[in-house]
């Protein structure tokens, strides 16, 4: 349907004899012009210039392009460049404030979801000074699905270059209520203010052929801190002081010492404990002055007082792979 335009006229007319020729002068001015927007809808070809539809607002709370949709995409956007381009593009280049390039608002859906079907490519790709920030009020603030293709990843987070004295994230989690929050570092070092959940706890070193192993993390039924240490016996008595750093997170109520003597003894025994010392005797009167290794458990100062609470329920979230559009 082609578009129409609706003028209106006012029209001045004046009419002049000369001879047998007639002159009629007319002079008009146009009132208002207006646009109708067809019913359907209308296809603009260009192969120049900025952009075929172009919006432009310079009000402060006036959009700059709008979509609406009853059941379909409000905006949908393709491209078929093989040159990197994107299909859509947002781009935010304010002098002041933080602008978002793409926002996403949704009352019962995902406010940003994005779909890649090449093995290689990201669903989502955040560049800049914060890649990706999610936000709920209720639900998931990121959510990373990945359909298990060999080099996939459900949530992907790289640093091009980490300037000096700079700190910089790779990861960053916050409960803004609690202010509890887990960090991942550009040396990808996990920091956690909460505890850390999981079936086993294993930790990377290596051999001395240079091969990675795996050192899994002992359990243990409440929270526990140790030190170790070596000592002397003389005349059968030792009086060992406990190092201050670590008796200042022991809650000083109960702590354990198991003892190793490194030589010939009649049997060693704990008789005295104190909470920055513990003194060590020989059975039987013993004067040995054999050295001994020892072993302090304790329970830490800001630790629970709980045996084997009951886990807690982990929330999981339902796909979020959407139909190919």
Sequence with gaps: MKSSRRVMFTTMTATAAVGCIVVSISSFSIVRAERVVPANSVDYNCSSGTACVTGSSTGSTTWGAYGL?????????????????????????????????????????????????????????????????????????????SDGSPNGSGVFAALASVGTGTKTALFYALNNVSQQHCEIDAQANLTCTGTIGASSLRERHRNSNGQRVLSYASQSATATIEDVGTARMSGGVAN???DPAFASVMDRKWYYVFLTPLGDTRGLY????????????????????????????????DADDDRLPPAPEIRRPASVIPPAH
Aim: charged letters at 20%; zero cysteines.
């Design 240 to 242: 060992v002081r406990i």
């Design 270 to 301: 704990v008789s005295m404990k104190t909470a920055t010392a513990f003194q060590v005797r020989e059975n039987e009167r013993g004067r040995s002055n054999v050295e001994f290794d020892y072993r302090i458990v304790a329970h830490p100062l």
């Design 69 to 145: 949709s009853n059941s379909a995409d409000g905006v949908h956007g393709r491209t078929n460049s093989t040159t990197g381009n994107s299909a859509v593009a947002g781009i935010a280049r304010g002098r002041s404030g933080r602008g978002q390039g793409v926002y996403g608002n949704s009352s019962n859906g995902d406010g940003v979801q994005g779909v890649a079907t090449d093995a290689t490519d990201a669903g989502v790709y955040g560049t800049g000074g914060e890649g990706v920030i999610g936000y709920s009020k209720t639900g998931w603030g990121v959510i990373g699905e």
